[in-house]
């Protein structure tokens, strides 16, 4: 059973930069596709970024395009989402998440983000 376990949000001002850490225990990550969504107070959870498990590519949500990054370490079972030029409407729970080959999903419990002044 894979276990996500999100780091690395806190309080940050408008412009600043954070990186959220996803360490998985329980399993390998080598084979699962990875994620991280969002959601904010009274809205959905939203996928922000995610990327493939055969070719590392990645995709964005057009709100977070050109500030977001998301990669992925295999070796250290972890996937990375690093957000520079935060904005207020960033502010949300963020959340880590695996799917496997057999289309298993899987949650980390989230890591507050809040950006404000």
């Known amino acids: 059973q894979l276990r996500l376990v999100e780091s690395g949000g806190g309080l940050v001002q408008p412009g600043g930069s954070l990186r959220l850490s996803c360490v998985a225990s329980g399993d390998t990550l080598d084979y699962y596709a990875l994620g991280w969504f969002r959601q904010a107070p009274g809205k959905e959870r939203e996928g922000v970024a995610c990327i493939s498990s055969i070719d590392t590519s990645t995709n964005y949500a057009d709100s977070v395009k050109g500030r977001f990054t998301i990669s992925r370490d295999n070796a250290k079972n972890t996937v990375y989402l690093q957000m520079y030029n935060l904005m207020p409407e960033d502010t949300a729970v963020y959340y880590c998440?695996?799917?496997?080959?057999?289309?298993?999903?899987?949650w980390g419990q989230g890591t507050q983000v809040t950006v404000s002044s």
């Open positions: 998440h695996g799917r496997n080959a057999f289309r298993a999903d899987y």
